[in-house]
């Protein structure tokens, strides 16, 4: 195996608020090998964006602080880093495209502006030969008229082609790994797959790596190479997309693939739902997050928190403690559309 | 934007009028009237019948509006001369459109703007036009000739106060945004809401005991004077010598409305500074791998400053008018304590004078602050 480009390892980030401290990210470790596409699934809240933000050193304190942990950057543990050393990292080798590109660019600046200030911070060029890179990168994303763009205002764009832009500043200092949080969220259905497919076009072209931070499972499915299901905090299953999407051990994954709607699906008329909602990331339950949610739960659940361990296919790990013994396919859909064990449906 | 200029003067002047009949009445309704004192003595009788011809105030309300609004706006004398800053006027104007067109960088439209602004100002205070706005029922001098010789000392004392109130205010307020929640923050917050509770007589009563009478005691030296704006033979000292007289006297007032008004400014620019702190486009500026400095400087000062521009192009509508009770405390001789000597002896002519031209200051800082808006964000455009 190849030296990962990124390790992550126990990382833990609370955010201190006034109803107590919020263990947003909790003790979650990954490992991330140069080129790979890595997609991480979650609901609202189980701790993917804070994920990211702390990779990027973008937790501010005092309100957010990364407490314990290890983020290692080609061997480096970017934790123990200076801010200036920092700053050569953000946007130079580890860049960021955010979920809402309509409020991530600056109103008072031209697009021109912000995309050579970018480069000329992190490569060794003059302005001029940074107008240049900034035009081919505007090029590259598809952007027409390039050139004349680069003196318009981020208002002068729509939303997709402001995501463009954000993605031209990501990728212009080609960087090694590209993060990016929900980047289609906010933007139309229609031009959501074209800028996927561009953006995943762009980074497999400079060999970049990408950590893709999702709800929509159908994007990971279609883009990514490994996945990792979070869920309040902690990674609940990883392992490639074949195994999360054929082969699911935890039963939270089973739920989330049971919440897609798909178009192969016949005679389902209606999209399940995992019953019970997500517990706070304030007082979190002992034992297993999932449990209170959960139909397998049995005493163990209760009272100790599943590790991560080997379960299924090779390489696919699980947190969860009868994730050999227990048979998702015996799982079925209550009246309510709520996933329940077959032998509990009452109907 | 010619369109919109026009428009918005159209409304401006539409204003003006209402507000101009709306003060004119009120005077009319207030009582008394300019010659009331003269009538307590009863020797005064062919006097008044005099002054009420001359000054036509048996006329109707609605005719001596009429004659006041006529002489208002007509100029009394208007030469030739004048063709030189007009024509400059006019072209500063449609060249200030041109660049305005053509320009693609707002900064580069901005600067030249302002330099057009200035020309125009220039040009004006070069033109020779005066207008008859009557002569003050006290003391009968011409109104026009009374206004502009305190105007130089509002002015004075009113730009020194803002220029002093923005020099601290706004870096204070971005240093507290900056450092939010820490013990300086705390402070400048406490601070502010001081000043800003404090009455104005109160703080400059209490610097003219403390700056001007205590320390000349304590240290024998005199360093600021209690009132005036000059002492008696200013004439005869060196330049630098009447520069030492005038700061000596200018300070302290300028000093008392700059406490209360820079708290304003200070709350303000926090707040707004505050709030692009938090937006998501300084994430991405963080994101870029920029130094805190260029963060702070480049992306959040240029959006945080935006709002500060109403503000202070309010503020100078307001200076125009004079500050009434700091100049009144101070003994110094602008519109303000003129105003409020006008008001008090029911000076027709003269309060309309000043209102008018508060009103006027008011108008014109509104269409600049909507302009400067412009120029400051790209978004804003003009219908």
């Known amino acids: 195996m190849t030296e990962p480009l990124l390790s992550v390892d126990n990382l833990r980030t609370y955010f201190s608020t006034e109803e107590g401290i919020v263990r947003a990210v909790d003790g979650i470790s990954f490992d991330l090998a140069p080129g790979e596409r890595r997609g991480v699934v979650g609901e609202s809240g189980s701790g993917k964006s804070v994920t990211a933000m702390s990779i990027m050193g973008l937790i501010e304190p005092p309100a957010g602080e990364i407490v314990t942990g290890e983020i290692l950057f080609r061997g480096q543990n970017l934790l123990s880093l200076g801010e200036d050393e920092m700053q050569d990292i953000r946007g130079g080798q580890i860049a960021m495209i955010f979920q809402d590109p309509m409020t991530a660019l600056n109103p008072v600046y031209t697009v021109g502006d912000q995309l050579v200030e970018t480069i000329v911070l992190h490569q060794d060029v003059s302005k001029t030969e940074a107008r240049e890179i900034a035009i081919q990168a505007l090029d590259d994303v598809q952007i027409p008229n390039a050139k004349e763009k680069l003196f318009d205002y981020p208002h002068q764009f729509s939303g997709g082609m402001r995501q463009r832009v954000m993605i031209a500043m990501g990728l212009s200092c080609n960087p090694e790994l590209l993060i990016a949080d929900e980047p289609t969220t906010a933007l139309d259905v229609t031009t959501q797959a074209q800028i996927m497919d561009l953006m995943l076009q762009l980074a497999d072209d400079r060999g970049t790596a990408v950590l893709l931070i999702t709800h929509d499972l159908g994007v990971v499915a279609g883009f990514c190479d490994t996945v990792q299901v979070m869920y309040a905090g902690g990674i609940v299953e990883a392992g490639t997309a074949d195994d999360i999407f054929y082969n699911p051990q935890h039963p939270y994954t089973w739920g989330l693939l049971g919440s897609m709607a798909r178009l192969d699906a016949v005679q389902q008329d209606r999209l399940h739902s995992i019953a019970g909602t997500p517990p706070s990331v304030i007082d979190l339950p002992p034992g297993c997050r999932f449990r209170p949610r959960c139909a397998f739960a049995t005493d163990i659940c209760g009272r100790i928190l599943p590790q991560l361990r080997e379960a299924g296919n090779e390489g696919q790990t699980v947190a969860c403690h009868h994730a050999d013994e227990m048979d998702l396919k015996t799982l079925a859909v209550d009246s309510s559309d709520r996933i329940v064990k077959q032998d509990e449906v009452v109907s | ?383």
Do not use: C
Not at chain 2, 249 to 257: D, E, F, G, R, V
Not at chain 2, 283 to 311: E, S
Not at chain 2, 340 to 369: K, S
């Open chain 2, 1 to 383: 934007m010619l369109a919109y200029i026009t428009r918005r003067l159209v409304y401006g002047l539409v204003t003006l009028l209402a507000l101009s009949m709306v003060v004119f009445g009120l005077l009319q309704a207030s009582g008394g009237g300019p010659l009331n004192r003269l009538r307590l003595n009863p020797r005064m009788q062919d006097l008044i019948q005099e002054l009420t011809e001359l000054w036509g105030l048996d006329k109707p309300v609605y005719q001596q509006y009429l004659t006041w609004l006529k002489n208002y706006v007509t100029p009394e004398e208007f030469g030739l001369q004048n063709a030189i800053p007009i024509v400059m006027v006019l072209a500063a104007v449609g060249g200030t459109f041109l660049i305005a067109r053509y320009m693609k960088s707002h900064w580069k439209g901005g600067v030249i703007l302002l330099m057009w602004v200035v020309a125009i100002i220039v040009s004006v205070a070069n033109m020779n036009i005066e207008f008859n706005w009557g002569v003050s029922f006290q003391g009968g001098g011409s109104v026009w000739d009374l206004v502009f010789s305190r105007a130089g000392a509002t002015f004075r004392l009113g730009f020194t106060a803002l220029f002093l109130a923005l020099l601290i205010g706004i870096p204070l307020g971005i240093y507290q945004a900056v450092r939010q929640y820490s013990f300086f923050d705390q402070l400048g917050t406490v601070g502010a809401f001081l000043m800003f509770s404090t009455p104005i007589f109160v703080v400059g009563i209490g610097l003219q005991i403390v700056l001007a009478l205590y320390l000349e005691k304590w240290t024998g030296v005199k360093v600021f004077y209690v009132a005036g704006m000059n002492e008696p033979g200013y004439g005869d000292l060196s330049f630098w010598g009447q520069m030492k007289d005038t700061l000596q006297h200018l300070m302290l007032p300028a000093i008392s409305i700059a406490l209360i008004s820079l708290a304003g400014y200070a709350r303000f620019q926090r707040a707004s500074m505050l709030e692009v702190l938090h937006s998501d486009y300084l994430r991405t500026a963080k994101a870029k791998g920029l130094p805190r400095r260029t963060i702070i400087v480049k992306h959040a000062l240029r959006n945080a400053l935006i709002p500060i521009v109403t503000l202070v192009s309010i503020d100078i509508a307001f200076i125009i008018g004079g500050a009434i009770i700091t100049e009144s405390i101070f003994g110094w001789p602008g519109l303000g304590s003129l105003y409020i000597t006008a008001i008090d002896t029911v000076d027709y002519p003269l309060v309309m004078a000043i209102v008018m031209i508060i009103g006027i200051g008011i108008v014109i800082m509104n269409i600049v602050a909507d302009i400067m808006y412009g120029v400051m964000d790209p978004r804003v455009r003009y219908e």
